[in-house]
């Protein structure tokens, strides 16, 4: 799995997370899904699945989040915003400082991924 780490000048910096971002008006969840990783990582979605959705409660907001698998990609992913990538197993991941949204991800995740 490719995970990204919040870069220093956003919020909850130096935190690893899914990559992803808002969906903007008027834009459906599989355009969002191809123009955030395009911009973040510089690579073209070229076969995803909605997995599920999933909503988290930080002290400061809510955030409803939809969970894809990528399937295919064309192009190398780049942190294009400053940010590190890493690609992890699920058991690397449990050694990272991830976002706290993002543990019920990986284990709901891990009934998908084998």
């Avoid at 992803?20 to 008027?26: C, M, P, S, V, Y």
């Avoid at 409660?57 to 590190?84: A, C, H, I, M």
Wanted: no cysteine; aromatic share 10%.
């Amino acid at each position: 799995m490719l995970i990204a780490e919040r870069p220093v000048g956003k919020p909850y910096a130096g935190y690893w997370e899914f990559p992803g971002g808002k969906i903007e008006a008027n834009e459906s969840a599989r355009a969002a899904l191809a123009r955030e990783l395009h911009e973040e990582l510089g690579i073209e979605v070229i076969a995803a699945r909605h997995l599920f959705n999933h909503t988290y409660t930080y002290p400061d907001k809510t955030v409803s989040l939809e969970v894809w698998l990528v399937n295919e990609f064309r192009g190398e992913p780049e942190g294009k915003e400053n940010q590190e990538l890493r690609r992890v197993t699920f058991t690397q991941m449990a050694d990272m400082r991830l976002l706290e949204g993002n543990w019920p991800i990986v284990d709901r995740l891990k009934d998908f991924i084998r």
